[in-house]
């Protein structure tokens, strides 16, 4: 799991690095698609702070 969130935290950084939110949005969700399958309902919740996240950058 921590692999996981640190994997996400980068992905967010990385992607906040870049100007277009697009980006950064794309690569966060194609992490969390990868997860899915293993831990639905905490994927579920760090979907909706990262979202939060990118929305505030």
Same mark, same amino acid.
């Given at each position: 799991m921590?692999?996981?969130?640190?994997?996400?935290? %980068?992905?967010?950084?990385v992607?906040?690095?870049?100007?277009?939110n697009?980006?950064?949005?794309?690569?966060?969700?194609?992490?969390?698609?990868?997860?899915d399958?293993?831990?639905?309902?905490?994927m579920?919740?760090?979907?909706?702070?990262?979202? %939060?996240?990118?929305l505030k950058?």
């Amino acid at each position: 799991m921590k692999k996981i969130l640190f994997a996400l935290i %980068l992905s967010v950084f990385v992607g906040s690095a870049f100007t277009s939110n697009v980006y950064a949005t794309t690569t966060v969700n194609s992490v969390i698609t990868i997860q899915d399958s293993q831990d639905e309902p905490m994927m579920e919740l760090l979907r909706m702070k990262l979202r %939060l996240v990118l929305l505030k950058n």
